[in-house]
T-cell receptor, first 110, second 112 residues
Framework: RKEVEQDPGPFNVPEGATVAFNCTYSNSASQSFFWYRQDCRKEPKLLMSVYSSGNEDGRFTAQLNRASQYISLLIRDSKLSDSATYLC???????????FGKGTLLTVNP | EPEVTQTPSHQVTQMGQEVILRCVPISNHLYFYWYRQILGQKVEFLVSFYNNEISEKSEIFDDQFSVERPDGSNFTLKIRSTKLEDSAMYFCASLGPGETQYFGPGTRLLVL
Protein backbone atom coordinates (compact mmCIF):
# COMPACT_ATOMS: atom_id res chain seq x y z
CA ARG A 1 0.00 0.00 0.00
CA LYS A 2 1.32 3.44 -0.92
CA GLU A 3 2.21 5.62 2.07
CA VAL A 4 0.13 8.55 0.89
CA GLU A 5 -2.46 7.99 -1.79
CA GLN A 6 -4.48 10.65 -3.58
CA ASP A 7 -7.18 10.82 -6.24
CA PRO A 8 -5.24 10.45 -9.50
CA GLY A 9 -7.21 13.17 -11.29
CA PRO A 10 -6.90 15.29 -13.27
CA PHE A 11 -9.84 17.48 -12.35
CA ASN A 12 -11.20 20.01 -14.83
CA VAL A 13 -13.81 22.33 -13.37
CA PRO A 14 -15.42 25.63 -14.37
CA GLU A 15 -14.81 28.79 -12.41
CA GLY A 16 -17.02 28.97 -9.36
CA ALA A 17 -17.24 25.21 -8.94
CA THR A 18 -16.63 23.36 -5.69
CA VAL A 19 -13.97 20.69 -5.88
CA ALA A 20 -12.93 18.06 -3.34
CA PHE A 21 -9.63 16.25 -3.01
CA ASN A 22 -9.26 13.02 -1.05
CA CYS A 23 -6.21 11.42 0.45
CA THR A 24 -5.43 8.38 2.59
CA TYR A 25 -2.26 7.57 4.48
CA SER A 26 -0.95 4.23 5.68
CA ASN A 27 1.07 5.08 8.78
CA SER A 28 -1.26 5.32 11.75
CA ALA A 29 1.52 6.95 13.77
CA SER A 30 1.51 10.00 11.50
CA GLN A 31 1.49 13.21 13.44
CA SER A 32 1.03 16.18 11.15
CA PHE A 33 -0.85 16.66 7.94
CA PHE A 34 -0.70 19.30 5.25
CA TRP A 35 -1.97 20.31 1.87
CA TYR A 36 0.63 21.89 -0.39
CA ARG A 37 0.09 23.23 -3.87
CA GLN A 38 2.63 22.97 -6.63
CA ASP A 39 2.58 25.01 -9.79
CA CYS A 40 4.19 23.56 -12.89
CA ARG A 41 7.98 23.25 -12.44
CA LYS A 42 7.88 25.14 -9.15
CA GLU A 43 8.43 24.24 -5.53
CA PRO A 44 5.67 22.95 -3.25
CA LYS A 45 4.08 25.74 -1.25
CA LEU A 46 2.10 25.23 1.92
CA LEU A 47 -1.60 25.76 1.40
CA MET A 48 -2.74 24.77 4.86
CA SER A 49 -2.07 22.50 7.78
CA VAL A 50 -4.83 20.03 8.64
CA TYR A 51 -6.06 19.68 12.19
CA SER A 52 -8.18 16.97 13.78
CA SER A 53 -11.03 19.39 14.37
CA GLY A 54 -11.02 20.48 10.74
CA ASN A 55 -10.02 23.93 9.69
CA GLU A 56 -11.01 26.56 7.20
CA ASP A 57 -9.10 29.33 5.48
CA GLY A 58 -11.31 31.42 3.25
CA ARG A 59 -12.52 29.23 0.39
CA PHE A 60 -10.45 26.25 1.56
CA THR A 61 -11.57 23.67 4.11
CA ALA A 62 -9.47 20.77 5.30
CA GLN A 63 -10.65 17.75 7.27
CA LEU A 64 -8.80 14.93 8.99
CA ASN A 65 -10.23 11.59 10.10
CA ARG A 66 -7.57 9.77 12.09
CA ALA A 67 -9.66 6.64 12.53
CA SER A 68 -10.02 6.24 8.77
CA GLN A 69 -6.57 7.72 8.04
CA TYR A 70 -8.24 10.05 5.61
CA ILE A 71 -7.61 13.69 4.74
CA SER A 72 -9.66 15.94 2.50
CA LEU A 73 -9.50 19.39 0.98
CA LEU A 74 -12.49 21.31 -0.30
CA ILE A 75 -12.15 24.36 -2.51
CA ARG A 76 -15.27 26.47 -2.89
CA ASP A 77 -15.91 29.08 -5.59
CA SER A 78 -12.80 28.00 -7.49
CA LYS A 79 -10.76 30.64 -9.31
CA LEU A 80 -8.54 30.38 -12.37
CA SER A 81 -5.58 30.95 -10.06
CA ASP A 82 -6.43 27.76 -8.14
CA SER A 83 -5.17 25.74 -11.12
CA ALA A 84 -2.24 23.72 -9.77
CA THR A 85 -1.30 20.30 -8.47
CA TYR A 86 -2.54 19.69 -4.92
CA LEU A 87 -0.25 17.59 -2.78
CA CYS A 88 -1.35 15.66 0.29
CA UNK A 89 1.60 15.58 2.68
CA UNK A 90 2.13 13.69 5.91
CA UNK A 91 4.77 13.95 8.60
CA UNK A 92 5.05 10.48 9.96
CA UNK A 93 8.44 10.11 11.49
CA UNK A 94 10.99 11.68 13.69
CA UNK A 95 12.95 14.56 12.21
CA UNK A 96 9.71 15.93 10.73
CA UNK A 97 10.42 14.42 7.32
CA UNK A 98 7.55 14.74 4.87
CA UNK A 99 5.95 12.01 2.80
CA PHE A 100 4.15 13.25 -0.29
CA GLY A 101 1.30 11.91 -2.33
CA LYS A 102 1.68 12.02 -6.06
CA GLY A 103 -0.66 14.97 -6.30
CA THR A 104 -3.90 15.75 -8.08
CA LEU A 105 -3.85 18.21 -10.95
CA LEU A 106 -6.64 20.78 -10.93
CA THR A 107 -7.47 22.95 -13.92
CA VAL A 108 -10.07 25.66 -13.44
CA ASN A 109 -11.54 26.78 -16.74
CA PRO A 110 -13.09 30.16 -17.56
CA GLU B 1 9.30 37.51 4.22
CA PRO B 2 12.40 35.30 4.60
CA GLU B 3 12.71 32.50 2.07
CA VAL B 4 14.88 29.53 1.19
CA THR B 5 17.15 30.18 -1.78
CA GLN B 6 18.89 27.68 -4.04
CA THR B 7 21.62 27.88 -6.65
CA PRO B 8 21.99 27.15 -9.45
CA SER B 9 18.47 27.09 -10.83
CA HIS B 10 19.57 24.72 -13.59
CA GLN B 11 22.59 22.44 -13.91
CA VAL B 12 23.55 20.27 -16.86
CA THR B 13 26.33 17.75 -16.30
CA GLN B 14 27.88 14.72 -17.90
CA MET B 15 27.36 11.29 -16.37
CA GLY B 16 30.10 10.52 -13.87
CA GLN B 17 30.75 14.15 -12.98
CA GLU B 18 30.38 15.59 -9.49
CA VAL B 19 27.78 18.26 -8.80
CA ILE B 20 27.19 20.45 -5.78
CA LEU B 21 23.77 21.97 -5.22
CA ARG B 22 23.59 24.90 -2.87
CA CYS B 23 20.90 26.12 -0.52
CA VAL B 24 20.57 28.94 1.97
CA PRO B 25 17.87 27.96 4.48
CA ILE B 26 15.88 30.50 6.49
CA SER B 27 18.29 31.86 9.07
CA ASN B 28 16.71 30.87 12.39
CA HIS B 29 15.60 27.41 11.27
CA LEU B 30 17.34 24.37 12.73
CA TYR B 31 16.26 21.40 10.59
CA PHE B 32 17.18 21.24 6.92
CA TYR B 33 16.17 18.82 4.21
CA TRP B 34 16.79 17.76 0.65
CA TYR B 35 14.03 16.28 -1.48
CA ARG B 36 13.98 15.34 -5.12
CA GLN B 37 11.26 15.10 -7.72
CA ILE B 38 11.84 13.13 -10.89
CA LEU B 39 9.78 14.53 -13.76
CA GLY B 40 6.18 13.35 -13.50
CA GLN B 41 6.70 11.67 -10.13
CA LYS B 42 6.10 12.56 -6.51
CA VAL B 43 8.40 14.54 -4.26
CA GLU B 44 10.71 12.14 -2.37
CA PHE B 45 12.63 12.66 0.85
CA LEU B 46 16.40 12.31 0.60
CA VAL B 47 17.93 13.48 3.86
CA SER B 48 17.39 15.55 6.98
CA PHE B 49 20.11 17.48 8.79
CA TYR B 50 20.10 18.77 12.35
CA ASN B 51 22.79 20.00 14.69
CA ASN B 52 25.44 19.66 11.99
CA GLU B 53 24.80 16.04 11.21
CA ILE B 54 22.52 13.81 9.20
CA SER B 55 19.51 12.90 11.34
CA GLU B 56 17.79 10.64 8.82
CA LYS B 57 18.30 9.51 5.25
CA SER B 58 16.29 7.54 2.73
CA GLU B 59 17.30 4.53 0.67
CA ILE B 60 17.88 6.87 -2.25
CA PHE B 61 20.61 8.68 -0.31
CA ASP B 62 23.41 6.21 -1.00
CA ASP B 63 27.17 6.66 -0.80
CA GLN B 64 27.16 8.87 -3.88
CA PHE B 65 25.34 11.57 -1.92
CA SER B 66 26.63 13.77 0.86
CA VAL B 67 25.47 16.91 2.63
CA GLU B 68 27.36 19.61 4.38
CA ARG B 69 26.82 22.88 6.19
CA PRO B 70 30.21 24.44 5.52
CA ASP B 71 29.44 27.73 7.23
CA GLY B 72 26.58 29.30 9.16
CA SER B 73 24.35 29.82 6.18
CA ASN B 74 24.93 27.41 3.28
CA PHE B 75 23.63 23.85 3.10
CA THR B 76 24.94 21.77 0.22
CA LEU B 77 24.08 18.50 -1.48
CA LYS B 78 26.91 16.80 -3.34
CA ILE B 79 26.46 13.99 -5.83
CA ARG B 80 29.85 12.41 -6.31
CA SER B 81 29.45 10.60 -9.62
CA THR B 82 26.18 11.45 -11.32
CA LYS B 83 24.04 8.88 -13.08
CA LEU B 84 21.37 9.42 -15.71
CA GLU B 85 18.71 8.56 -13.14
CA ASP B 86 19.86 11.44 -10.90
CA SER B 87 18.18 13.83 -13.34
CA ALA B 88 15.47 15.49 -11.28
CA MET B 89 14.41 18.65 -9.52
CA TYR B 90 16.17 18.94 -6.16
CA PHE B 91 14.44 20.94 -3.46
CA CYS B 92 15.97 22.19 -0.24
CA ALA B 93 13.65 22.89 2.70
CA SER B 94 13.93 24.18 6.24
CA LEU B 95 11.60 23.64 9.16
CA GLY B 96 9.70 26.54 10.63
CA PRO B 97 6.96 27.01 13.22
CA GLY B 98 4.09 24.54 13.31
CA GLU B 99 6.30 21.84 11.79
CA THR B 100 5.92 23.60 8.46
CA GLN B 101 8.63 23.08 5.89
CA TYR B 102 9.50 25.92 3.56
CA PHE B 103 10.86 24.91 0.20
CA GLY B 104 13.38 26.63 -2.01
CA PRO B 105 12.70 27.12 -5.72
CA GLY B 106 14.70 24.03 -6.63
CA THR B 107 17.63 23.12 -8.85
CA ARG B 108 16.80 21.31 -12.04
CA LEU B 109 19.59 18.79 -12.66
CA LEU B 110 20.02 17.15 -16.03
CA VAL B 111 22.58 14.37 -16.40
CA LEU B 112 23.58 13.56 -19.96
Amino acid sequence: RKEVEQDPGPFNVPEGATVAFNCTYSNSASQSFFWYRQDCRKEPKLLMSVYSSGNEDGRFTAQLNRASQYISLLIRDSKLSDSATYLCVVNSGSNYKLTFGKGTLLTVNP
Amino acid sequence: EPEVTQTPSHQVTQMGQEVILRCVPISNHLYFYWYRQILGQKVEFLVSFYNNEISEKSEIFDDQFSVERPDGSNFTLKIRSTKLEDSAMYFCASLGPGETQYFGPGTRLLVL
